[in-house]
């Protein structure tokens, strides 16, 4: 069974990461730009970032056969800071011509702030102005809630196509109100902290398979590319079919970032050379 992988931060994981995933089935992931664990200086940081997730990382996967896509974005930890996100953003456009971007994300509310809320409707507005998919982080523990509230109103509010959505990190008390207003829901599985295999599979057999995408995230902090596959396990052992298996971990991130006509899972020959030993990994 092949799996699409559509929120993995492969700048934060090894190329034996990769390697693994290709073995466990997957054939593409999707990379958006998020907070590396400190807060970038500069505008040119920002877009080095960029130019490492739009040109370099689908490099380092195209050695393993795996399709690498991004998503280019202010997170919202980062959007704090008004001035430096008004500068990237004006840089923004120029990536949404290349092969591999499909849209603005993860963009959204850390802690529901006032300047978050500035940076974020105006980052939508461009994904809006651009025809670009979206894809939004909801806020952790307490303030998901609210912040899920304030997304939904803020997408009514500028008239957002619900269907070119993604609000990922959703929860058992945020899933539905997602679900119901149309947009597409992400499931972003850990290993010990927040969702959980187990619970994703709860979900699935609660609201249908139906508009939800399943990710590992895979980022620097505790976690695991392959919670995908074991939430795919735990839902086969419950019964369901392959044919159920395949619409949740392959067709349903398939369609979604299907709507950018950049995406495209067809196979890629594999390169000879591991990266790890290339001196010139940039063409
Ligand atoms: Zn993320």
């Known amino acids: 069974m092949y799996y699409i992988q559509p929120h993995y931060h492969g700048i934060s994981r090894t190329t034996q990461d990769y390697a693994r995933m290709a073995q466990a089935g997957v054939v593409a992931v999707a990379e958006p730009s998020f907070w590396a664990g400190f ?11 960029f130019r490492q997730i739009s040109e370099f990382e689908p490099t380092r996967a195209a050695q393993y056969g795996i399709r690498h896509f991004c998503w280019i974005a202010v997170n919202p930890k980062e959007s704090e800071n008004l001035s430096l996100s008004r500068e990237v953003m004006t840089a ?8 591999t971007v499909l849209g603005i994300g993860e963009i959204g509310l850390n802690k529901n702030t006032r300047n978050e809320l500035v940076i974020f409707q105006e980052q939508l507005e461009l994904a809006i102005k651009y025809r670009q998919l979206v894809l939004i982080h909801t806020p952790h523990l307490a303030d998901k ?19 070119r959505v993604w609000i990922d990190h959703v929860e058992e008390h945020t899933i539905k109100a997602v679900l119901d207003a ?16 187990s619970r994703a ?26 919670t ?6 735990e839902y086969r052992s419950r019964g369901h079919s392959e044919q159920e298996l395949i619409d949740v971990f392959h067709n349903n991130p398939a369609r979604f970032l299907g709507q950018s006509s950049k995406f495209d899972i067809s196979p890629i020959g594999l390169s000879p050379e591991p990266i790890a030993n290339s001196t010139s990994a940039r063409p």
């Open 39 to 49: 807060d970038h200086q500069y505008a040119g940081s920002f877009i080095d970032y």
């Open 92 to 99: 923004m456009p120029s990536f949404f011509d290349k092969p």
């Open 145 to 163: 809630r609210k912040g899920t509230q304030l997304t939904l109103e803020l997408l009514h509010n500028l008239h957002a196509d619900p269907q």
């Open 182 to 197: 149309g947009y597409w829901a992400g499931m972003t599985l850990y290993p010990t902290t927040k969702m959980s295999p």
């Open 201 to 226: 599979a709860d979900m699935l057999e609660i609201y249908g398979s139906e508009r939800l995408l399943v990710n590992s995230s895979a980022d620097w902090g505790p976690s695991s590319p392959f």
């Open 228 to 233: 995908l596959q074991e939430c795919a396990m």
